[in-house]
């Protein structure tokens, strides 16, 4: 009986795209990378929201008046599982769900709803990793830090991908030509025992086409 396996591979930068970086591409390939944006869109908060005296509402309240006044409209934020987990057990969004205050956390349409009370921006989570080899052993690395929260306008194209050309395209028995990026899918095959592989390659880089139109900031410590 044949066996049908895949094998999928992405070179992919981890990290914060907010910030100039050294980065592994692949095989210990260092690659600088400055969005050029203007440093005072990059910040921590006064108070870390997981200690005491934090005021989560006020500080995004404020970041919400510097970004009126810089002319970007900021409806969109992106943070981390840990960083919502701090919010759902903060008292301040407690607070507006009094029938909730013995829950041992809101959920995150609750916390979402208290946002909107407050002209806050809707919250996205998102928690993807990458694989990277380091030192010859495959560890898992954040996209975003999971300390920090990205705020952007959705009505306004922020960045792209851009997608490289694979180094599959061109060899012997693989049937990629051309000089276009995008994915490269294959299917090779071993016989002892016979197994059957679909391979899926892929070069991408994220590029900030308006990287002003963007916030990076620290809440966690």
């Not at 919502?84 to 769900?97: C, E, K, P, W």
């Not at 306004?156 to 991908?161: A, E, I, S, W």
């Amino acid at each position: 009986m044949a066996d049908g396996r895949r094998s999928t591979k992405r070179r992919s930068r981890s990290g914060d795209p907010s910030a100039a970086s050294p980065f592994d591409l692949e095989n210990g390939i260092q690659h600088q990378i400055d969005f050029l944006r203007d440093a005072s869109r990059r910040f921590n908060v006064g108070t870390f929201w997981d200690a005491g005296g934090a005021d989560p509402i006020g500080d995004e309240i404020a970041l919400m008046d510097l970004a009126e006044d810089a002319g970007i409209n900021i409806d969109r934020c992106v943070m981390s599982r840990r960083i919502f987990r701090t919010l759902a057990l903060n008292q301040q969004y407690r607070d507006v769900f009094p029938t909730f205050r013995t829950s041992p956390i809101l959920s995150v349409e609750m916390v979402n709803e208290v946002r909107e009370t407050y002209g806050l921006p809707t919250l996205v989570l998102f928690d993807a990793q990458s694989k990277r080899r380091v030192a010859g052993a495959d560890t898992n690395a954040r996209f975003l830090d999971d300390r920090r929260v990205i705020y952007y306008s959705s009505q306004t194209t922020v960045g792209h991908t851009v997608w490289g050309r694979s180094s599959y395209v061109g060899e012997d028995g693989i049937g990629a030509v051309g000089s276009e990026g995008g994915p490269v899918v294959f299917v090779s095959r071993s016989l002892d025992p016979l197994t059957y592989w679909t391979h899926i390659d892929a070069v991408a880089v994220p590029v900030l086409a308006n990287p002003d139109h963007t916030f990076s900031v620290g809440v966690l410590a």
